[in-house]
């Protein structure tokens, strides 16, 4: 017998029909007279991560939300992730709540703001963020441009809808955002630059959205902890050989070097000495040993020597 009860699935079921834990995201756009306009969001996902020429995000939103209006109207847009702060959490509900104009939510702003680093006009970015992600939407994706005509229905809109990018449903938009920059506070840059520990990670809350036609709820941040890899999960070394001197008639590793990628997933093995092998063309080596490995390794590199 089932130790599960089955739960009918409804509108918003994320929040309504599960217990689905998401980000706190205060997203800044701009308004139609070109000032800065702030909307709070928990539906906002990685989406391109790699293999391609841009990373994105994705955002779901209501298409007549002031955030998706400015969206349509101007495609760019700032994701500013916010602390654990009760204060900031209260105001971030008052900013995403529905039924007023961006003006008048803007009125009693309690966030600071500042300009972005990007060129052009944008929108301001929270001074408070511990991280922000400026963006643009990719709106050639699906035609999605072409929604730009339907901006202003703001009690529903008609068939045709896009799939995935634009206008989707009646009520409903997603928006891929091109991640153009990512700002982060120095000491949480730092971190990522030299390797994390507990202390020095961002108070990050967890959203679990609005329920009971009541409240929003969220966990406040507590100390995070690791899990190392599992042990006995390595490559046997004669096979990461085999494959690492064959990949290339140009590049060769040595033993020492081989023995630095045992720890990779078999899966994952020949697309990290493909990435080797890229680096080492485009550095013009033709033998990689420990010292290349580890410059291959260090992804921020070019940082530390700054």
């Known amino acids: ?42 539906l906002c996902f990685p989406y391109y991560i790699a293999g391609k020429d841009y990373y994105a995000m994705l955002l779901e939103c209501r298409n007549s939300s002031n955030t998706a209006q400015n969206l349509l109207r101007s495609s760019v847009c700032a994701l500013n992730f916010i602390e654990d702060s009760r204060a900031d959490f209260k105001e971030a509900v008052r900013l995403g709540f529905p039924g007023e104009s961006s003006a008048e939510k803007m009125a009693t702003c309690a966030f600071k703001l500042e300009k972005g680093q990007c060129e052009g006009e944008r929108p301001q970015v929270l001074s408070s963020a511990y991280q922000v992600f400026e963006c643009t939407w990719v709106s050639e994706l699906e035609n999605a441009a072409e929604d730009r005509a339907r901006i202003g229905l703001l009690e529903g809109v008609d068939p045709p809808y896009r799939s995935f990018n634009g206008i989707t449903s009646k009520f409903g938009c997603h928006f891929i955002l091109k991640i153009d920059k990512i700002l982060m506070k120095e000491k949480y840059r730092s971190a990522i630059i030299n390797g994390v520990k507990a202390s020095s990670f961002p108070r990050v809350p967890v959203d679990y959205g609005y329920r009971d036609s009541k409240s929003f709820w969220y966990t406040r941040f507590r100390r995070p902890i690791s899990e190392p890899i599992p042990k006995g999960k390595e490559t046997d070394l004669s096979s990461v050989k085999y494959a690492a001197n064959r990949l290339d008639p140009e590049v060769k590793f040595t033993d020492a070097a081989c023995a630095m990628l045992v720890k990779v997933p078999h899966i994952f093995l020949k697309m990290a000495l493909q990435g080797c092998v890229d680096w080492a063309k485009e550095n013009g080596v033709t033998l990689i040993d420990v010292a290349e490995m580890n410059i291959i390794n260090d992804k921020r590199s070019e940082y530390k020597k700054k």
């Open 1 to 42: 017998m089932s130790s599960f009860k089955d739960l009918r699935i409804v509108d918003n079921f994320y929040q309504t029909s599960a217990y689905f834990p998401m980000p706190t995201v205060l997203i800044s756009t701009l308004a139609e007279d070109g000032s800065t306009s702030i909307g709070s969001y928990s």
